[in-house]
């Protein structure tokens, strides 16, 4: 704007100029054509242009914007259905996870990513319990493996069932379904799945988003089981909320604390995720090279978000910490006493994400976490929840 003012002052000039040298030496056409050329009305006629093309910009941007508020208004409370599958995507496993003690006769695949907290949260489930399920790992960055569905994160488990396969989006629904199932395999999974609904609504801080309802709930049916209390499930139900609603949040600001500590964990991923194996070298590239670069500059933000401290490792340290006063609060090995409970495997999976990471090491040599974690990793690799299901 200050370049435009300093141009129109010099047209203004050269016009004064002219008029003076046309009283004493008359008219010239060759000077005129310098100092008469409308530069000043062409610059104005741009930035006129300019301001007009950002007002009708902005003018669109904000009517977009309010036209997508109104709709989300309009949407508010209303169900997202998910349709049942009548066939399943033709898309080859990764791989396959058998238990030869599996008696459950589920046929379930998971669309993940292998160091995503929540999909790590669905595959703890799976492997404590012995149940044996197909892997399909997904690009995190192109994510063609999940072109098939609405739903545009993971996990998603796909469950086959009496007439198609059944959709599970959600981490925590995911595991209180199946728990709920396991427990009582009275109903389908798909009728089950009507339990846990989708609503429209938006958040305390007024972020319009789409909620599976009841996703913390277990459902017994007539009677809760007779090893347990509405007590401890009301404490299950706490700390399986806690670790989505805080922990998870303190794990991004941590493993992408710095550019390097972001490479280092997109590395590890690679390494731990098969990439090579599933994914040409051009994906790779971008996916470490992109992500990298991308989350360092996120977990900045996220930081600020969750207000985590200047020293994010300390915020890190604090809620293991709490965690643990927890446990041993309780009096057992586990939150859920002498056996872990969804809560113990909820956590368990959520810091498994990143195990291979830099803040994990560093969480290790300063809490008292290794106790509890590798007797959690000793329960989940032993399969110990298959003698509750299949006993």
């Not at 399920?133 to 997904?138: F, G, L, T």
């Not at 995190?140 to 059944?166: C, F, T």
């Not at 209180?176 to 801080?205: F, G, R």
């Amino acid at each position: 704007m200050a370049t435009f003012y300093k141009l129109l002052r010099f047209g203004r000039c050269c016009v004064f100029l002219n008029k003076n040298v046309n009283n004493t030496i008359g008219k010239s056409r060759c000077f005129r054509t310098v100092v008469e050329q409308p530069k000043p009305k062409n610059f104005l006629k741009i930035s006129l242009i300019s301001a007009s093309i950002g007002v009708l910009v902005g003018t669109g941007y904000s009517f977009k914007k309010i036209s997508q508020e109104r709709k989300n208004i309009a949407l508010e409370g209303t169900e997202t259905q998910i349709e049942l599958l009548k066939y399943k995507p033709p898309i080859t496993p990764s791989r396959k996870i058998v238990f030869p003690t599996d008696t459950t006769g589920l046929k379930l695949t998971l669309y993940q990513y292998q160091t995503c907290p929540f999909c790590c949260k669905v595959r703890v489930f799976l492997d404590y319990y012995g149940i044996s399920y197909d892997v399909v790992e997904v690009d995190p960055v192109l994510r063609n493996e999940i072109k098939w569905s609405n739903y545009k994160k993971v996990p998603i488990l796909l469950a086959k069932v009496d007439k198609g396969y059944q959709p599970l989006n959600d981490s925590s629904m995911i595991v209180s379904l199946l728990s709920s199932y396991l427990t009582e395999k009275t109903q389908e999974m798909n009728e089950l799945a009507k339990y846990y609904p989708i609503i429209a609504m938006h958040d305390d801080d007024g972020k319009f988003k789409h909620e599976v309802v009841n996703k913390y709930f277990l459902m017994y049916g007539s009677s809760i089981p007779k090893d347990r209390t509405m007590n401890d499930i009301v404490e299950e139900r706490k700390w399986r909320k806690w670790a989505d609603d805080v922990l998870v949040h303190v794990l991004s600001p941590n493993v992408y604390r710095s550019l390097d500590e972001a490479y280092q964990t997109f590395n590890w991923f690679s390494k731990v995720g098969q990439w090579e194996e599933y994914f040409p070298a051009w994906e790779r590239v971008i996916m470490i090279n992109v992500g990298a670069c991308a989350m360092w500059l996120i977990s900045k933000r996220l930081k600020k978000r969750h207000h985590l401290k200047h020293d994010v490792r300390e915020s890190f340290y604090d809620e293991v910490n709490y965690w643990l006063d927890g446990i041993r609060a309780g009096g057992g090995q586990f939150m859920g006493g002498d056996n872990p409970n969804l809560s113990d495997l909820a956590v368990y999976g959520i810091l498994k994400s990143i195990e291979g990471c830099e803040a994990f090491r560093d969480l290790q040599k300063n809490t008292d976490v290794s106790v509890w974690y590798n007797a959690m990793r000793e329960k989940v690799d032993g399969h110990a929840g298959s003698e509750f299901i299949n006993g």
